[in-house]
Each structure stands twice: as structure tokens, then as C-alpha cells.
């Protein structure tokens, strides 16, 4: 019948079904944390300095939430499994480097969230989300 994933925030659910494998996370797009750091520690290994010119709020938040939507997908570990990940925005893809696990990604922003979908296989497919919030 499908497969099913779920993520949550404080005032928010997402919930994805497709028939193919799929992980999924949100996220609040005014999430209050300290961007850099972040990266450093969880994302950039080498040359960390270079990498903060550029790096956004909005950009890592992005890459955070597609990261976890793929280890969702895999049924991993947040702790254990978040450095193995490697993030490309173009193309879409999350590789695990130790698994040579191959995703791509879809984002999606919607009112104060942002949604990472991750699958196997390139699909076109328009993904019905259900989100709750006492906000609307």
C-alpha cells in the first residue's frame, strides 16, 4: 500500500505516502540557532572559514532538513548518521558517503515551514502534504 513518513515542529506536522520509499522532515523557516556553527560542526569539515561568507540562515536550515528527511529514509540515526551525508543543491542529491547511498530531494516551502522530501528514484510527482497549525 505504500509507504509513509511523518516529521513534526512545534506547531506543525507534515505527512508523506508514495509508493516508493521516502523520508521526509520540516522544519520552522524562523527556527532561532546559530547557522554557522551549525555548519561547522555538522556539515563543512575542511576549509570552515571559507565557508562562512556565503553560508545563509535560510541555506543551511535547507540542507539541514533534506539531510534528515534522507535519514529518515534510510531509518538511521540523527546523532550517528548526519556526517556521512553529503548535500548537493544542484544537482538535488544527498549521497551517504559510507552506505554509497544515492537520493535526490525535493524542497518545499510553504507559509512558515520549509519540507524536504528525499526518494531513490527521480520521480515527478506532486506530493500532497498535510499540514496542521492552530496558526490558520
Known amino acids: 500500500m505504500g509507504n509513509i513518513s511523518l516529521s513534526h515542529c512545534k506547531d506543525a506536522i507534515a505527512i508523506v505516502w508514495h509508493k516508493s520509499k521516502i523520508g521526509i522532515d520540516i522544519e520552522r523557516t524562523d527556527r532561532d540557532f546559530n547557522h554557522i556553527k551549525f555548519a561547522e560542526k555538522y556539515f563543512f569539515h575542511t576549509n570552515k ?3 562562512n561568507n556565503y553560508l545563509t540562515k535560510n541555506m543551511i ?3 539541514w532538513c533534506a539531510v534528515e528527511a534522507a535519514i529518515k ?3 538511521g540515526k540523527l546523532a550517528k548518521d548526519i556526517n556521512p551525508w553529503q548535500f548537493f543543491e544542484k544537482p538535488k542529491e544527498l549521497i551517504h558517503k559510507k552506505k554509497n547511498i544515492h537520493l ?3 524542497q518545499i516551502n510553504f507559509h512558515n515551514w520549509t519540507i524536504a522530501l528525499a526518494y ?3 520521480i515527478s510527482f506532486n506530493p500532497e502534504i498535510i499540514c496542521c497549525s492552530n496558526n490558520f
Request: proline share 0%.
Open 49 to 51: 572559514s571559507n565557508h
Open 61 to 63: 536550515l535547507n540542507q
Open 73 to 75: 529514509w534510510d531509518h
Open 104 to 106: 535526490h530531494y525535493s
Open 120 to 122: 531513490e528514484q527521480k
